[in-house]
T-cell receptor
């Protein structure tokens, strides 16, 4: 069975500093990986995905993610954090056959002014 | 272009009651998936509907059932509500093509509270 782990419950970073939110995965076969963001009382918003190709994936709002097959990781990054980036971030892996997703438990990102 | 819509926004029910949640997919999408997000947890897959049939199901009891209509909208029904069913219920739509690589688009969710 596929699974996703987000080892950090919370990440704190100062505005303007780079941020990293960690994710590791376990799948059989090729991984299809996603990052979503959730703001309070809102649904999930898609940030980016890795299907194949370049290991560095660029997404919405200046976010990017680095796929590392040997370490089975898919860490979310941003060069310069904004206070408005403060939210709950979820990493997810897609089922091989259909489009259902298995999510991690989420990481709260807090960006201080 | 309307995104995924869900109704109602909030709902309060009593243990043992039944509830129906509704979802309209994003324009052009024909597949609807339902997820349960308990407080402090990531969303968990309940089931997926495509061509009016349940195509895949997660680890949820039979008290959870669904339906998809010809216009691709969907309902989630939960019978005999338990306190543990209190959660945010998320609907996501996508293209139903086999092996489709399109990401899922999520609605704002329905917050269900069972007392």
């Amino acid at each position: 069975a596929q699974s996703v782990a987000q080892p950090e419950d919370q990440v704190n970073v100062a505005e303007g500093n780079p941020l990293t939110v960690k994710c590791t995965y376990s799948v059989s076969g090729n991984p299809y990986l996603f990052w979503y963001v959730q703001y309070p009382n809102r649904g999930l918003q898609f940030l980016l995905k890795y299907i194949t190709g370049d290991n560095l994936v660029k997404g919405s709002y200046g976010f990017e993610a680095e796929f590392n097959k040997s370490q089975t990781s898919f860490h979310l990054k941003k060069p310069s954090a904004l206070v408005s980036d403060s939210a709950l971030y979820f990493c997810a892996v897609r089922d091989a056959g259909y489009s259902t997703l298995t999510f991690g438990k989420g990481t709260m990102l807090l960006v201080s002014p | 272009d309307a995104g995924v819509t869900q109704s109602p926004t909030h709902l309060i029910k009593t243990r043992g009651q039944q509830v129906t949640l509704r979802c309209s997919p994003k324009s052009g999408h024909d597949t609807v998936s339902w997820y349960q997000q308990a407080l402090g947890q990531g969303p968990q897959f309940i089931f997926q509907y495509y061509e009016e049939e349940e195509r895949q199901r997660g680890n949820f009891p039979d008290r959870f059932s669904g339906h998809q209509f010809p216009n691709y909208s969907s309902e989630l029904n939960v019978n005999a509500l338990l306190l543990g069913d209190s959660a945010l219920y998320l609907c996501a739509s996508s293209s139903g093509l086999a092996g489709s690589l399109y990401e899922q688009y999520f609605g704002p969710g329905t917050r269900l509270t069972v007392t």
